[in-house]
């Protein structure tokens, strides 16, 4: 009985044994089935999202930044902005030993506040960050003579241990020249106002980029990328505007901000043949190369010369004076009484309230007569006067907005008028300037087509496009106008408005050695709580060209709200000396002979 128990106990350990084999071989049969089903799946079903997700490990896709164009002025001789080597700081955050230290000695270098730097490198620690670009409000790109500084305070102790620089690329301005026409890139590098907005796609140039595999050190494993696509670098601008004149108009501008004690100011120089702008002026104006401390969009963000609208004005009258001319309307030598005219409920006045008297319309010109101009717009009708404001680019003054030029800068004005047909009264007021709101610029190529005999163009600052790798002129801009007017009519305007300058309102600009036409403006400013207008405050204005035989130049001069210590502070008396100082300065760049030697001396 023994034996077989014994029997019995081993048949039965031999069958647990079989069946802890087979299951074991069971298991690991599962096991393999399973890893090969594993593989099979990552080989077939899921190897192209592996792929893709192992290509991220060790495929680069390197975007190449092409280098912008430069701006040149119209000479080509100088730059007005243009690219230099920078560098960008950044931070290993595991590699800073000590924060504060660090901050200490990196604020003195990067002219940053050391308490931002220290709390940028802690805050960016416990966010679990590992590295950082060491960028503040207007403090991101920095020249060689700071990243040489930062290298040489590594090289002495370990304080900044963790902190390296990139190399990159930084625009560089050539100061407040221009600023407004020229505009800036932010620490965002985004083109903002000038040039640099409005032509930033030619400036911009095309982004490449360059594919390759690389090892876990980020070195190129082929000795050619698999792909690559070179950068388009973007194209070199040469802009219409002459660096002399412009200097001497900055110049001008800034002397009578200071003497008159003006709010703002603004000045343009344009060719009148080719509607090229040779100088653009405003006051106050800002520094490119540092626009987080110099740059404000609502104190002198704004580019005044073509944003700015406000009434002209008497400057507006050589508008209603052509239209009259050419329509056979003004009789230079009929007298009508001067002083005022009853219009509807209303009286208008002359700005001398006492007039001068029966004086002829030709006198009532160089006095610059309200009077006069009224009349002349009566004569003329609505429909007529209206049609001759919208020929000179204004835009038609019975719809509530007017039209741009298409000047090659970023929002213009475009002026504010009336909406529906004018009343008698708002007649009356558009035929002296006054009721509607313009910009300077709309004015400078209305005046050119006068000075140019009869066409008006298109103000533009850009002059060429040329392309930087081969260094040859892609590009030249030309002029774009049409005739809007006879030239026999220019010419009577033209001879009027000498007579202005001669022995009228405009006497303080008339320059020896040249003969100067042009039209003072003292335009009282509208009340922006109300009707009516702000009691002593005015933009006073003048616009004129020279030689009035044959214009070479158009200066527009304005300054809002100028103070002067005897109170008189006209168009006449404020900027039609400061426009003589600005023609005389251009005529001489330009090279224009004068009427006559003998007045030469008086010119130096």
């Not at 901000?257 to 703002?264: D, F, R, S, W």
Request: aromatic fraction near 8%; hydrophobic fraction near 35%; glycine fraction near 8%.
């Amino acid at each position: 009985m023994f034996e077989v128990a014994v029997l019995t106990m081993a048949a039965s350990r031999i069958r647990r044994n079989k069946e802890r084999t087979f299951l074991i071989g069971m298991i690991i049969t599962f096991c393999l089935v399973i890893l090969i089903f594993r593989l099979f799946w990552l080989q077939t079903v899921a190897s192209n999202e592996l792929n893709t997700e192992a290509q991220k490990n060790w495929i680069v896709n390197k975007v190449l930044t092409p280098k912008r164009g430069s701006i040149y002025e119209r000479t080509k001789k100088q730059k007005l902005a243009w690219e230099v080597d920078a560098y960008v700081f950044g931070a290993e955050l595991e590699q800073v030993k000590d924060p504060k230290k660090t901050a200490e000695v990196l604020a003195s270098i990067l002219k940053v506040p050391k308490q931002q730097i220290e709390h940028k490198l802690t805050s960016e620690r416990k966010k679990g960050r590992k590295s950082i670009e060491l960028r503040f409000p207007g403090k991101y790109k920095y020249p060689e003579s700071v990243f040489q500084q930062v290298k040489k305070r590594k090289e002495q102790d370990d304080a900044l241990d963790g902190i390296y620089a990139f190399p990159t690329k930084k625009r560089a301005y050539i100061g407040k020249l221009a600023a407004h026409v020229v505009g800036f890139l932010n620490s965002e590098d985004y083109p903002v106002g000038g040039v640099e907005a409005y032509y930033d796609r030619l400036l911009r140039g095309k982004s490449g980029n360059k594919v390759y595999k690389k090892t876990k050190d980020g070195i190129m494993v082929d000795d050619e990328p698999q792909k690559f696509s070179p950068p388009v670098d973007g194209k070199d601008l040469v802009l219409t505007i002459d660096l002399k004149i412009q200097k001497q108009v900055e110049k001008e501008l800034e002397q009578a901000m200071k003497l008159y004690k003006a709010k703002g100011g603004t000045a343009i120089v344009a060719d009148p043949k080719t509607g090229e702008i040779l100088a653009l002026v405003n006051r106050p104006t800002f520094d490119p190369n540092d626009p987080a401390k110099t740059y404000d969009s609502k104190k002198n963000g704004h580019n005044l010369a073509v944003e700015s609208q406000f009434e002209p004005g008497s400057t507006f009258k050589i508008i209603t004076l052509a239209a009259a001319i050419e329509e056979g309307k003004f009789q230079p030598d009929a007298v009508f009484q001067s002083g005022k005219i009853q219009v509807e409920d209303q009286i208008i006045r002359d700005w001398n309230v006492n007039g001068w008297g029966k004086i002829t319309y030709r006198e009532g010109v160089e006095l610059s007569s309200n009077v006069a101009f009224v009349r002349l717009g009566q004569m003329l009708g609505q429909k007529k006067l209206v049609s001759y404001i919208n020929r000179f680019g204004f835009g038609d003054v019975t719809k509530r907005f007017g039209k741009k030029t298409g000047i090659d800068l970023p929002a213009e004005g475009r002026g504010y008028y009336f909406k529906g047909t004018l009343y008698p009264t708002e007649l009356a007021a558009v035929s002296f300037g006054q009721g509607i709101s313009v910009t300077p610029i709309q004015q400078v190529a209305a005046v050119c087509a006068i000075a140019n005999g009869g066409i008006l163009y298109k103000p533009h600052v850009l002059k060429e496009i040329w392309n930087p790798e081969t260094k040859k002129r892609e590009k030249v801009i030309k002029p774009q106008g049409k005739r809007i007017i006879s030239s026999s009519t220019t010419k009577k305007v033209r001879d009027l408005l000498r007579d202005v300058v001669k022995k009228g309102t405009g006497s303080n600009a008339d320059l020896p050695g040249y003969h100067v036409a042009g039209k003072t403006g003292t335009a009282q400013k509208p009340n922006p709580n109300g009707p009516g207008y702000l009691k002593d405050k005015y933009v006073v204005s003048f616009i004129g060209f020279a030689p009035t035989e044959n214009p070479e130049v158009v200066v527009y001069i304005a300054l809002d709200e100028p103070s002067s210590s005897t109170g008189d502070v006209t168009g006449g008396t404020v900027a039609a000396p400061l426009a003589k100082e600005v023609m005389k300065k251009t005529l001489q760049i330009r090279e224009v002979n004068k009427r006559d030697q003998r007045d030469s001396q008086l010119l130096k």
